[in-house]
Structure formats: structure tokens, C-alpha cells
């Protein structure tokens, strides 16, 4: 959609960090943080996002993300997102 966007028809920056968010929200519910856990009080936040583009994405372009841990304890995760474009590798 036009929404997402910027001016030269590529995916808005804003939208490759949604897209890395939505992908981590998945994998807190596959390792049990879901919408019980959170009601328990428990939870993970975000301390620090970096995001590198690599390649462009545009409206209408179907995406991948996979998740993969590099290091975790206690409550502390280190998630690595890659974003996809088909076979293509368009953000980290």
C-alpha cells in the first residue's frame, strides 16, 4: 500500500522495524511469552534496534522474517531478525 511507502515507491524505514517487531512478537509466543504470560506480570521489552538495508522492498513485495537467538538469560534475549524478499536478504 501507498501508506507504506516513501516517495520512491520503496518500504518506509518505519515499516522494516514492524515487520522485525511482528516477527519477534511470534517467536515470544512460540517460547511461551504470550498473552498469559504477560498477564502473569511477566514480560521482555526492547533495549536497543538496529536496522540495516540491504536491499529494497516495495509495495506489494512479499516479506520473510526469521528469527534467530544469539544469546539468552535470565530475561535477557538477543534476537537477529533477517527480513526477506523472496530469496532475496533486504534487511537485518
Known amino acids: 500500500s501507498l501508506q ?5 515507491g520503496h518500504m518506509n524505514e ?3 522495524l514492524e515487520a522485525s517487531s511482528l516477527a ?7 517460547i511461551g511469552a504470550d498473552a498469559d504470560y504477560i498477564a502473569s506480570g511477566r514480560s521482555y ?9 540491504l536491499n ?6 512479499r516479506l520473510t522474517v526469521t528469527t534467530q537467538v544469539l544469546a539468552g538469560a535470565g530475561k535477557r534475549l538477543h534476537l537477529f531478525n533477517r ?5 532475496v536478504l533486504a534487511a537485518t
Open 24 to 30: 519477534t512478537d511470534r517467536f515470544m509466543q512460540i
Open 83 to 87: 527480513i526477506w524478499r523472496d530469496d
Open 14 to 16: 518505519t515499516h522494516y
Open 4 to 8: 507504506l511507502t516513501d516517495y520512491n
Open 56 to 61: 529494497e522492498v516495495h509495495a506489494g513485495d
Open 45 to 53: 521489552f526492547t533495549v536497543e534496534s538496529h536496522v540495516c538495508h
